[in-house]
């Protein structure tokens, strides 16, 4: 069982940034793939980045440049830099992890990001 709790979400302007954090409780096996995605109103959920336990990194063509993440194995933990923030950024944002025996990921109950113009 993987439960996940998301925070760092809020209100911001165009070009400010902000920093997502997600923190994963595990009872058996390890976190392998850890990500975020976001979801738009009327639009389908979509990859942000990944981030495996290796540190290799994967981004959304739209989160090059400007968002990083990262992760903290030691503390299940994962993050999301985000800068020079779109108004095309707002969004609910979800925590994934995937353990090596998980099929899908488990998803966190999400935090929304309001980039106003």
Same mark, same amino acid.
């Given at each position: ?10 209100? *911001? #302007? ?15 096996? @390890?976190?392998?793939? +850890? ?14 980045? =990944? ?6 990194? @994967? ?21 999301? #830099? +985000? ?6 950024? =707002? ?19 999400? =935090?929304? *990001?309001?980039?106003?113009?």
């Amino acid at each position: 069982q993987v439960q996940l709790v998301e925070s760092g979400g809020g209100l *911001v #302007q165009a070009g400010g940034s902000l920093r997502l954090s997600c923190a994963a409780s595990v009872n058996r096996f @390890s976190i392998n793939v +850890m990500g975020w995605y976001r979801q738009a109103p009327g639009k389908q959920r979509e990859l942000v980045a =990944t981030i495996t336990s290796g540190g290799r990194t @994967s981004y959304a063509d739209s989160a090059k440049g400007r968002f990083s993440i990262s992760r903290d194995n030691a503390k299940n933990t994962v993050y999301l #830099q +985000m800068n020079s923030l779109k108004p095309e950024d =707002t969004a609910v944002y979800y925590c994934n992890a995937r353990r090596v025996i998980d099929v899908e990921g488990h998803w966190g109950q999400g =935090t929304q *990001v309001t980039v106003s113009s």
